[in-house]
């Protein structure tokens, strides 16, 4: 795959790569069962079948389950999310006051994990339980934490808009944590959810939670 590029999506990028047809099958198939189903509890035969593909095609490009996994998580992690996180954080509004910055952000954001969704779920599972995994992300979150130092959130704080006492990794992690929770509260949620009223209730919370 090209790193180099910037899609819109995870799913827009694998359709963009250059890479044998049979590969990408295999990638998408094993993007949307693992999604549903688990790591665990997907096969490599499961995956052959939806890709429409032998097991020993898995097996010429993927010596094993683990190395097909990492070939979907760790390009994720290491070219296409921080390329996305460089192109967000170009795009927040400079001068807007808090409200209308938590607005752009939850609408943004959450369009974000709409779109990447399958791997969303694969991602925030194998996270739990892979310690490779967890190593690079977590070297994501330090190389960007510099990258959020330079945006409006650092002026949003100097002027008073947000707490002198929360950090750039609390604010984050406030951020975060509201728009993953309601993420998945979309995909698994038993009855209808009105996003737009949700989403509008999430706002409010993080201003309020922000705000002196």
Known sequence: MNPENIFTSYSDWL?????????????E????????????????????????????????????????LQAIITPVL?????????????????????????????????????????VVQIFVSELLISPQI?????????NSIPIFEESPLTRLQSSGQIRQDLSLFDIGRTLVGQLITYFFQTKFSPKQLNTAADLARIESILVASLQP
């Open 15 to 27: 359709a963009h790569a250059e890479i044998p047809k049979g590969q990408r099958a295999v990638l």
């Open 29 to 68: 198939a094993s993007i949307d069962l693992f999604s549903k189903q688990g790591f665990d509890g997907t096969s490599t035969a499961q995956i052959a079948e939806q890709a429409g593909v032998s097991q020993g095609t898995i097996f010429k490009y993927y010596h094993t389950k683990q190395d097909l």
């Open 78 to 118: 290491q070219h296409l999310f921080p390329k996305m996180r460089d192109r967000f954080v170009g795009s927040l509004p400079e001068k807007a006051d808090l409200p209308t910055f938590i607005h752009f952000i939850v609408q943004d954001r959450f369009k974000f994990l709409q779109q990447n969704a399958e």
């Open 134 to 142: 967890r190593e690079v992300f977590n070297d994501l979150i330090k």
